[in-house]
């Protein structure tokens, strides 16, 4: 079932199918820049998000057929001092941060450009779907600044160094098919059935155990940030916690029945 949800933010578009919430960013005349007023709208929606019993993974696209995000507002960036430079880096940093640590799947349907701080938003998300048209880059450098909300650190950590690199040094835009290729993302499909695609790869995840998807996530994303002695730390100590779970027992039970698990979120 889909329902549009009374949404009060003036730049997100939120609607319901069922546990799966899709977020549309709608700044239509600026192909959905993100302007401070936006990345604030997306920090207030995803603790909602993240709150909320009923919304099990959250689809991120752009309004429109031709542009995800088309990077940070460059109207407000034109007019940064130093302080608010290095203060809109960092409160892009951590909306984009608020995504990557929210403990239910978060998927980036990128329908169309995704550039600059759109690009930096996708590589928050835990995957990425692109349709066929979507194009991606950083091209920071091309406008005298550098990728500010995340791209210098997530871009190397999914794609490599030496083709990050190369992407945010000549700020090159890649198009759906080399994306796939490097690993940027996940899947191309026609633009057509890319929510479609984002809601059943939601759903794959939704019919997990909650829990168990939320430890996964803390412990594949922050691990390797620790160092592997330590993200192995992490790990065991996720998988302990589990054990006490209502939800572990359930889901190894249901095997053993050969039936499906009913997972409680307890
Ligand atoms: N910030 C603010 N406004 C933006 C924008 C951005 N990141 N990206 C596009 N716009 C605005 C354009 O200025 C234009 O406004 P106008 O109609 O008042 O002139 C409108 O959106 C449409 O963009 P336009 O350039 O006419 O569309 P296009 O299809 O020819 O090109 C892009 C689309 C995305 C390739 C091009 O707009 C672009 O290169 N944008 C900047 C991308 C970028 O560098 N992002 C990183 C920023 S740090």
Redesign the pocket.
């Known amino acids: 079932m889909t329902t549009t949800l009374r949404s009060d933010f003036k730049n997100l578009q939120i609607e319901s199918r069922g546990a799966v919430t899709i977020l549309r960013v709608h700044r239509p ?3 959905n ?1 993100l302007n401070r007023e936006t990345l604030s709208e997306i920090e207030a929606f995803a603790q909602r998000f993240v709150a909320d019993p009923a919304q099990g993974a959250l689809v991120i696209t752009g309004s429109g057929e ?2 995800f995000i ?6 407000e ?1 034109a007019v940064l001092d130093p302080r608010g430079a290095e203060e809109i880096s960092q409160f892009g940093q951590r909306v984009v941060g608020r995504l990557e640590s929210s403990p239910k799947a978060v998927i980036a349907a990128i329908n169309g ?1 995704a ?3 759109g690009c930096e938003l996708a590589l928050a998300c835990h995957m990425r779907l692109a349709s066929d048209n979507a194009v991606l880059g950083l ?2 450098v091309g ?1 005298g ?1 550098i990728p500010g909300y995340g791209g210098t650190q997530r871009l190397p950590r999914l794609v490599g160094r030496g083709k990050a690199l190369e992407l945010i040094l000549t700020g090159r835009r890649v198009k759906a098919d080399e994306a796939l290729a490097i690993g940027l993302v996940n899947k191309v499909v026609p633009q057509a059935e890319l929510l479609g695609e984002a809601e059943k790869l939601a759903q794959a995840v939704l019919k997990n155990g909650p829990l168990a998807v939320g430890a996964a996530l803390e412990s594949a994303i922050h691990g390797p940030e620790l160092g592997l002695a330590d993200g192995l730390r992490l790990e065991s100590s996720r998988f302990g916690i589990l054990a006490a779970s209502e939800d572990m027992h359930e889901g190894l039970q249901a095997f053993l029945d050969k039936r499906p698990a009913r997972f409680q979120r307890r």
Not at 70 to 75: E, P, R, T, V, Y
């Open positions: 005349d600026v192909l820049a031709k542009s088309s990077g940070a507002d460059i109207g960036l450009y550039f600059g701080g091209p920071e406008l600044i």
